[in-house]
């Protein structure tokens, strides 16, 4: 710890606020990474967003109840994600996810009114407060991250049968439907520990980026999810460092990291295609 001290700012890594928030960030970016994975599969990228922001209304009703915004996230992720399944088909889920959404961002706003709480409270919901995560908000992000793991072992092939080839898996006896609502149930609590952390708004970009970066990168499925996960850590890791010697939002550094990695992972497929082309023209 010394030798990072004098590296780093003083209290970047001793100050109790800072050790919650390398936990908590680490442990969102893992789970964030592995749900994020299915995300880009499936090509749900539109849920993803509409998740995380269909959970801020839970938290805005927490705030208006005087209860654990952690909570209050976790209903509204899980209402929102069982109502997209519920309620969708192959051909309207973009609709039915903006009509959840919609409703979702109506409520939120009414609860904001009723509890009058525009200041802080909304500030943390929308951009998160990584800085401000208590040792409880630690310990119930942890539980997520668990359960989040657990789930993606189980449901891992079945997933990945009904992500890249759903017709085919199908056939094989694999149901589609229950797959596609354990998918947004996990998704949900990916949503629940992203929000506290990097808010309502940029969640999606630790949600999607890491993975959709991860694909170019990654030849298979297992190498592309670790990957993933890598930077995702790193993205944290850096926008933590960043954040606090600046002052600036660590949102804003996440968002801007995973999106510099995907142009990277861009620039890599281009340049793995031109080489792929020589060597056939050799």
């Known amino acids: 710890m010394g030798i990072l001290e004098t590296l780093f700012p003083p209290g970047l890594f001793s100050a109790s606020f800072m050790q919650n928030a390398w936990i908590a960030g680490t442990a969102v970016a893992v ?18 967003h509409a998740v995380p922001r269909a959970s801020f209304a839970g938290a805005a009703g927490a705030v208006l109840a005087g209860g654990d915004t952690l909570v209050g996230l976790a209903i509204f992720s899980v209402l929102s994600s069982l109502g997209i399944a519920a309620l969708s088909s192959r051909r309207d889920q973009g609709q039915t996810t903006a009509l959840v959404l919609m409703a979702a961002l109506g409520l939120g706003s009414l609860f904001l009114t009723l509890g009058g709480a525009y200041a802080p409270e909304v500030y943390a919901l929308l951009f998160g407060q990584i800085v401000g995560i208590s040792q409880g908000d630690v310990l119930g992000i942890l539980a997520l991250l668990l359960l989040t793991l657990l789930g993606t072992a189980l449901l891992y092939r079945p997933l990945l049968w009904t992500s ?29 520990a992203a929000v506290p952390v990097v808010g309502a708004l940029l969640s999606f970009s630790l949600m999607v980026g890491p993975a959709a970066a991860a694909a170019y990168f990654g030849r298979s499925p297992g190498r592309s999810l670790a990957i993933a996960v890598l930077i995702g850590v790193f993205s944290i890791w850096f926008s933590l460092i960043f954040a606090y010697d600046t002052g600036l939002p ?21 340049l793995w295609e031109i080489e792929r082309g020589l060597q056939r023209a050799a």
Do not use: K
């Open 250 to 270: 660590v949102g804003f550094f996440v968002a801007a990291v995973t999106a510099v990695f995907y142009g990277l992972g861009r620039l890599w497929a281009w």
């Open 164 to 192: 890249v080839a759903p017709d085919v898996a199908e056939a094989r006896g694999v149901p589609r439907r229950r797959m596609e609502i354990l998918f947004l149930l996990l998704l949900a609590l990916a949503a629940t």
């Open 31 to 48: 789970l964030s990474a592995c749900v994020g994975f299915f995300v880009v599969l499936r090509g749900a990228s539109f849920a993803a």
